[in-house]
């Protein structure tokens, strides 16, 4: 069965491609994740070094620095939020007084940066990346963009590429390109959207032009569309962890993801995480073996 992520149990550890002799460990966890508000906890810790990276800020600090907290992380440890875009569920403004205050950083395409300054985030606290450009580091993490489509101006997947091994990040990706399935080839874990189930979606007292917005090929991926990319990126290597972000409260249902898993890849379906919309996951982790706090 798919571990769902409001366990509290001890955190999961892999050993990585890497191997358990790497001094560098990935720890990461999904904070929540909805069309009420997304955000991801990435921490690499490489001998005294940390770098602790958020993925979309589209929980209030508050929400955030308690969900951190629950995991034994500190919010003021934070470095920098990585952003996929700026739709109101992945980037609050709350934000921007956090930075003022403690340096926090904001990193996002620079197709991007006009989306950041309506949301409120102060030039200052925007560090751009030219998500063409191959890719950029974070200490010790190397980022590759992946350009995708969604609504106007597109949103950004990430490759997160340690010592340890290798993260996969993709959500609102409205459709799947061969761009983001070799972005994606060969990570150790994976973390993309699972939007919606087309007939709970057509069934829904949504209003058309939604429905048109979300099934469009700019919007988001539906179960089968996730399967289907997941099952070409996990070619050759499969992952050791898949993580469903973004469920659609409305339109889909956990237990229909599962069975549709066990049905279409029943490997993968033991190494799932069904992301909740209000509550941090477990701890997944690749790399050396930190000792228990
Ligand atoms: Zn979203």
Redesign the pocket.
């Known amino acids: 069965m798919p571990r769902l992520m409001t366990q509290r149990t001890p955190s999961l550890f892999a050993a990585s491609a890497a191997g358990s002799s790497s001094p560098t460990t990935i720890e990461f966890a999904v904070l929540g994740s909805s ?1 009420r508000g ?1 955000a991801s906890i990435l921490r690499v810790t490489s001998g005294p070094a940390r770098r602790q990276i958020l993925i979309d800020a ?1 929980l209030s600090p508050k929400a955030v620095r308690g969900q951190l907290a629950l995991l034994g992380f500190d919010l003021a440890d934070t470095h920098e939020v990585l952003f ?2 700026f ?1 109101s ?2 980037a609050r403004e709350g934000w921007s007084k956090i930075a003022l205050a403690t340096g926090l950083r904001f990193r996002c395409s620079s197709r991007h940066v006009h989306l950041a300054r309506a949301r409120g985030y102060p030039d200052i606290a925007i560090d751009p990346f030219d998500a063409e450009s191959g890719g950029f580091d974070l200490g010790p993490v190397h980022v590759v963009p992946c350009e995708n489509p969604h609504d106007a101006t597109g949103t950004i997947a990430f490759r997160l590429e340690t010592d340890a091994g290798s993260i996969g990040f993709a ?2 990706i409205g459709r799947v390109s061969d761009a983001l399935i070799n972005t994606m080839r060969g990570v150790q874990l994976l973390a993309i ?1 699972s939007n919606y189930d087309p007939a709970m979606q057509e069934s829904s007292n949504r209003p058309r032009f939604l429905k048109e917005r979300i099934t469009s090929g700019r919007g ?1 991926l539906s179960n089968s569309e996730c399967i289907e990319a997941v099952r070409a990126m996990a070619a050759p290597i499969e992952p050791e962890h898949v993580v469903l972000l ?1 469920l659609s409260r409305e339109c889909n249902c956990p237990r229909l993801v599962e069975r549709m898993w066990q049905e279409a890849l029943p490997t993968l379906a033991a190494k799932l995480t069904i992301a909740q919309p209000f509550a941090a996951s477990g701890l997944l982790r690749l790399g050396s073996e930190l000792p228990l706090a």
């Open positions: 069309s997304n589209g996929t875009h739709d569920d992945h959500t609102d959207e988001h973004h």
